[in-house]
């Protein structure tokens, strides 16, 4: 089990305490945020989309960040090796979760998580799964966005020094593609934005 705190150093600071395997981690964040810390919208999305191995899935399963520092305890035997197999079978879902968190995003601080018609434009516009991976519909999206809003309320109240403690348990696994053996429709050619590469924040050391 994954245990992280984030704690609010300010009106936008904010700094993420990290403790897996009895060894603790500071996280570093790069964004001043007005709403909610990137790495807990990371949290809120992966676990509302059932993504098990996004950022969050991944530094549970033993991957270790270059943003990750540790501060107390030991890292346990062959964890920088853990932490490469990790990384390497898992790089197309961090990714894919990147993308996502910066999308579902864009759709809540746009406040069009209740307009079913916008939410199937922007997705039609900006996204396309993966090769083998299941597909984001509207209502994955407003699940998504409940999960922010909650998530952002709960950091709003907290005073400045007060902190936000969860736990990244897995998520269960999202349903897979729809089964293209049987004829159906053609599908319509889609435009999109590329998805974007993981930050480099997630790099390895």
């Keep these: ?26 996280l570093r964040g790069f964004d001043r945020p007005t709403e909610l810390p990137h790495d807990l919208a990371h949290y809120a999305i992966e676990r509302a989309l059932g993504l098990r191995h996004g950022f969050w899935g991944c530094v549970s399963a033993g991957a270790t960040f ?8 030991r890292r346990p035997p ?6 490469r197999e990790v990384v390497w079978r898992h790089c197309g879902e961090l990714t894919e979760a990147e993308a996502l968190v910066g999308l579902m995003l864009e759709i809540f601080l746009g406040d069009i998580g209740d ?6 434009r922007r997705l039609a516009w ?18 998504a966005c409940q999960a922010l809003s909650r998530a952002r309320t709960r950091w709003r109240a907290l005073p400045t020094g007060g902190t936000l403690t969860v736990t990244w348990r897995d998520p269960p696994e999202r349903p897979g593609p729809p089964d293209r053996s049987r004829p159906g429709p053609p599908e319509r050619s889609r435009r999109r934005r590329p998805a974007p590469s993981a930050t480099a924040r997630r790099s390895l050391p």
């Excluded at 994954?2 to 603790?24: K, Q």
């Excluded at 062959?78 to 932490?83: C, G, I, L, P, Q």
């Design 1 to 26: 089990m994954l245990e992280i705190t984030f704690t609010r150093s300010g009106p936008r600071g904010y700094a993420t305490t990290v403790r897996r395997d009895r060894a603790t981690f500071e």
């Design 66 to 73: 270059q943003s990750m520092t540790l501060v107390q305890g």
């Design 78 to 83: 062959m964890s920088a090796e853990r932490s």
């Design 115 to 120: 307009d079913w018609d916008a939410i199937r």
């Design 126 to 143: 900006r996204w396309t799964p993966p090769h083998g991976g299941a597909p984001i519909g509207p209502l994955d999206a407003g699940r």
